[in-house]
């Protein structure tokens, strides 16, 4: 069932490549002279496409939502506004891709040399033949694994002084909505979609897989961050993240300044809290973002001034400028 449901999609999505290649793309690229990366541009629009889409279905899903039942409300959404730009850049896939694309030769070299010296191939599909070779069973493994290490690299984003100001740009937030997932510093984000990239390639993603794992990642993580009173349960909240469970990660003294640098690491299941004792299920209402911001600290009100002052923050732990080594987090 939920095989047939995706392969509809695809088509639909390819259908939509098809339609904007046609008549958006290739006259573009015959009209300067471009029609050498014809190939390119076709296969790069299927991630854009399916970014338009997660984009559309999170607006129309979570903001009613919002509007209906908020957790806050806000006399002025002004702050909310610039992640919608965030949304934009990271929701369209364009530094997944990239990556996944760019790191491709290298596994595909890595994967001939291994088997050239007699060890066993890294793909995930033959971890367990005529299982995890039916396509929805390997794609919920693969879901685990990248969970599993996304789990670390929040936890890394938080640890580690230098990586934490990049990430501060996320947690700087004061506003948390459904666009609030995507506000991350651009390099921080590269070197995320690096990491994520790498890790998908070693277990042997397909580059259609990657775009569908991604967009699932990016819708639920939206849902997470939304301003909406809605729960899953007691139960299901220890199945798959919630927003209340997220957003005690954003409040203020808990998810980043407690125990072990903060608490509710996970980007889709809270079971690697849960595991490695990082988890909080307390559901009351805190005010989010960071201390420093609400002492008086300003981590920028546009997409400019947020990666500057990241960077000055950065410039000011290595020893530079006024107030070297002031932050949350050790220097690393």
């Not at 030769?105 to 066993?120: C, K, M, N, S, T």
């Not at 069973?137 to 936890?155: E, Q, S, T």
């Not at 490695?276 to 009351?284: D, H, M, Y």
Request: with cysteine; glycine share 8%; charged share 15%.
């Amino acid at each position: 069932m939920l095989h047939s449901v995706i392969a509809s999609l695809d088509g639909v999505v390819s259908a939509l490549q098809t339609w904007a290649y046609v008549h958006v793309v290739q006259p573009l690229l015959f009209r300067f002279g471009w029609m050498d990366y014809d190939e390119d541009s076709y296969d790069a629009l299927y991630p854009v496409i399916v970014g338009l889409l997660t984009i559309g279905a999170t607006y129309l899903l979570l903001r009613p939502l919002e509007a209906l039942r908020p957790v806050e409300r806000w006399e002025n959404r002004r702050a909310v506004r610039v992640d919608v730009l965030y949304t934009a850049i990271s929701k369209l896939g364009v530094f997944n891709l990239l990556f996944f694309l760019g790191f491709q030769p290298f596994f595909a070299d890595l994967q001939v040399w291994l088997r050239y010296r007699g060890i066993a191939n890294m793909d995930l599909d033959h971890l367990w033949p005529g299982v995890t070779s039916q396509p929805i069973v390997a794609f919920l493994i693969y879901l685990v694994v990248l969970d599993f290490a996304g789990y670390w690299y929040h936890r890394w984003q938080h640890r580690f002084g230098i990586w934490w100001e990049l990430h501060a740009v996320h947690h700087s937030q004061r506003q948390l909505s459904l666009w609030s997932d995507d506000r991350n510093h651009l390099l921080d984000g590269i070197a995320q979609a690096s990491f994520f990239a790498a890790i998908a390639l070693a277990i042997g993603v397909a580059p259609t897989q990657f775009v569908v794992l991604t967009a699932v990642t990016n819708f639920l993580q939206s849902v997470q961050h939304t301003n909406a009173r809605f729960g899953f349960g007691r139960l299901f909240e220890r199945v798959l993240v919630s927003p209340a469970f997220h957003r005690r990660h954003h409040a203020v003294g808990y998810g980043h300044e407690g125990t072990a640098y903060g608490c509710n690491f996970g980007v889709l299941f809270p079971w690697w809290d849960m595991l490695f004792g990082t988890a909080s299920w307390v559901r009351s209402v805190e005010p989010t973002g960071i201390r420093q911001e609400i002492e008086g600290e300003s981590y920028g009100d546009g997409f400019f001034s947020q990666h500057w002052l990241a960077f000055a923050r950065i410039a000011r732990r290595l020893g530079f400028g006024r107030g070297a080594g002031r932050g949350s987090a050790p220097a690393a």
